[in-house]
């Protein structure tokens, strides 16, 4: 059964503190993405991998590290220099080559992180 | 302006009418469109994907691209109770990058 799961489902942080967000997919994606969502927001890029061992920045990337050691895994750290971490977390995932529906990307269940 | 945008404020539709959202975007050298259906809670899920100027249909979905006029937009036929969602319009700038920029989504209430 092939996708793309998260977990936690739920996660709660206290201030200071660094938490890991998983993410893995076994449709042999090459790339994968991670996005944050505010509510009554559309999904704002935090990092992508297009291949193993290489990611790059996307369009808010400031308190969050990720690593992209395997190609099924993905791991999203929000960091203490985070300021606003309260949000659902969506990791997608694509085959990453250019082409008709190659850059369709498909998501994962979320991931809500609340900081108490 | 904002790369991609949907028109604000939900839209209320009785069941079996048709649902028509629009959305528009600024890189006129965009490549590929996706509408994607959110749930309350929930995560997006691929709705309909297109690639050439014209109309796509899919069941009761039917995508439509204007690159000359730079919008996209998504018809729901028939509409049932379960397509009450949030619909984003998301767009793919260049083949290769893969970076979609995502509007901030139209919610649908269809009245039974």
């Known amino acids: 059964d092939g996708g793309i799961t998260q977990s936690p489902k739920y996660l709660f942080r206290k201030e200071g503190q660094n938490v890991t967000l998983s993410c893995e997919q076994n449709?042999?994606?090459?790339?994968m993405y991670w996005y944050r969502q505010d509510p009554g927001q559309g999904l704002r890029l935090i990092y992508y991998?297009?291949?193993?061992?290489?990611?790059q920045k996307g369009d808010i990337a400031e308190g969050y590290s990720v690593s992209r050691e395997k190609k099924e895994s993905f791991p999203l750290t929000v960091t203490s220099a985070q300021k606003n971490p309260t949000a659902f977390y969506l990791c997608?995932?694509?085959?990453?080559?250019?082409?008709?529906?190659?850059?369709?990307?498909?998501f994962g269940p979320g991931t809500r992180l609340t900081v108490l | 302006q904002k790369e991609v945008e949907q028109n604000s404020g939900p839209l209320s539709v009785p069941e079996g009418a048709i649902a028509s959202l629009n959305c528009t975007y600024s890189?006129?050298?965009?490549?590929?469109f996706f509408w994607y259906r959110q749930y309350s809670g929930k995560s997006p899920e691929l709705i309909m994907s297109?690639?050439?100027?014209g109309d796509k249909e899919d069941g009761r979905f039917t995508a439509q691209l204007n690159k000359a006029s730079q919008y996209v937009s998504l018809l729901i036929r028939d509409s049932q109770p379960s397509d009450s969602a949030t619909y984003l319009c998301?767009?793919?700038?260049?083949?290769?990058?893969?970076?979609?920029?995502f509007g901030k989504g139209n919610q649908v209430v269809v009245i039974p």
């Open positions: 997608a995932s694509n085959l990453g080559m250019a082409g008709v529906g190659a850059d369709t990307q498909y």
């Open positions: 449709l042999n994606h090459d790339a």
């Open positions: 991998s297009q291949i193993v061992n290489d990611f």
């Open positions: 890189d006129r050298g965009s490549q590929s």
């Open positions: 297109i690639y050439s100027n």
């Open positions: 998301a767009v793919n700038r260049y083949y290769g990058n893969n970076r979609l920029a």
